[in-house]
C-alpha cells in the first residue's frame, strides 16, 4: 500500500524551528519528486515546496524562502522540511505528497500539525 | 503569485451536474495544460480527482470530468452523490515561477 507519514509537529515559540518528516512506504520513492503542503486552520491549501527526485533540484514559495528548506533522503525513503525562523502566519497542517510527471500531487500523508505561540 | 480564482460555494441535487471554475493567469492556468483538482473532505487530507486534462486516478469516477479555455479551467460533476459533498481545490503549475499556485477552495454543498 502506498503510504505517506508525516511527523514532527508540534508547538514552538515565534522565530523558533522545527523539522518535519515525511516517511514514504508501498512505492519507489526516489522515483517521484515530493511537495509540502500547508493548510492554515479553517483556510485553503498553500504550496510551500518541491524537491526532485534526487534532491538536485529544490523550490519554495516566496512565503517560505529563506526560512525553509526541504530535503529527501532516498536511501531512507524519508522526505524533510526545516522550518527555522517560525512566525505567527506558519501555524497549518503540514501535508506531504508525491508529485508526477503532470506537476499533479498524486499521493497524501495524513498531515502534521505545527502550531506558533508563545 | 496570487492564489487562483474560484467561487466559494457552489450547490447541486442529487442527480444534477455542478461546475466549479478556477481563473488564473498566462503564466499558470492560460499558459500550461497542468492543472489538476483535489477533494477535501472536512478534517481528510486533500485527494487527487484530477490532472493533466480528464486523466483520472484509479478509482476516481468518471463523473469527474474537466476542461479548459484560456485562463480558466473548470471541473465538472455529474450525477452529483451525497459523498461528493466536500471542499475541492484547483492547482495549476506555473512553469515561469517554477511554482504551483492553488485556489481558494469551493465548497460544494449537495442539497
Known amino acids: 500500500e502506498v503510504q505517506l507519514l508525516e511527523s514532527g509537529g508540534g508547538l514552538v515559540q515565534p522565530g523558533g524551528s522545527l523539522r518535519l518528516s515525511c516517511a514514504a512506504s508501498g512505492f519507489t520513492f526516489s522515483s517521484y519528486a515530493m511537495s509540502w503542503v500547508r493548510q492554515a486552520p479553517g483556510k485553503g491549501l498553500e504550496w510551500v515546496s518541491t524537491i526532485s527526485r534526487n534532491g538536485g533540484r529544490t523550490y519554495y514559495a516566496d512565503s517560505v524562502k529563506g526560512r525553509f528548506t526541504i530535503s529527501r533522503d532516498n536511501s531512507k525513503n524519508t522526505l524533510y522540511l526545516q522550518m527555522n525562523s517560525l512566525r505567527a502566519e506558519d501555524p497549518a497542517v503540514y501535508y506531504c505528497a508525491t508529485t508526477n510527471y503532470y506537476y499533479a500531487m498524486d499521493v497524501w500523508g495524513q498531515g502534521t500539525t505545527v502550531t506558533v505561540s508563545s | ?111
Not at chain 2, 62 to 91: H, M, N, P, V, W
Open chain 2, 1 to 111: 503569485q496570487s492564489a487562483l480564482t474560484q467561487p466559494r460555494s457552489v450547490s447541486g441535487s442529487p442527480g444534477q451536474s455542478v461546475t466549479i471554475s478556477c481563473t488564473g493567469t498566462s503564466d499558470d492556468v492560460g499558459g500550461f495544460n497542468y492543472v489538476s483538482w483535489y477533494q477535501q473532505h472536512p478534517g481528510k487530507a486533500p485527494k487527487l480527482m484530477i490532472y493533466d486534462v480528464s486523466q483520472r486516478p484509479s478509482g476516481v469516477p468518471d463523473r469527474f470530468s474537466d476542461s479548459k479555455s484560456g485562463r480558466t479551467a473548470s471541473l465538472t460533476i455529474s450525477g452529483l452523490q451525497a459523498e461528493d459533498e466536500a471542499d475541492y481545490y484547483c492547482c495549476s503549475y506555473a512553469a515561469t515561477y517554477t511554482s504551483w499556485v492553488f485556489g481558494g477552495g469551493t465548497k460544494l454543498t449537495v442539497l
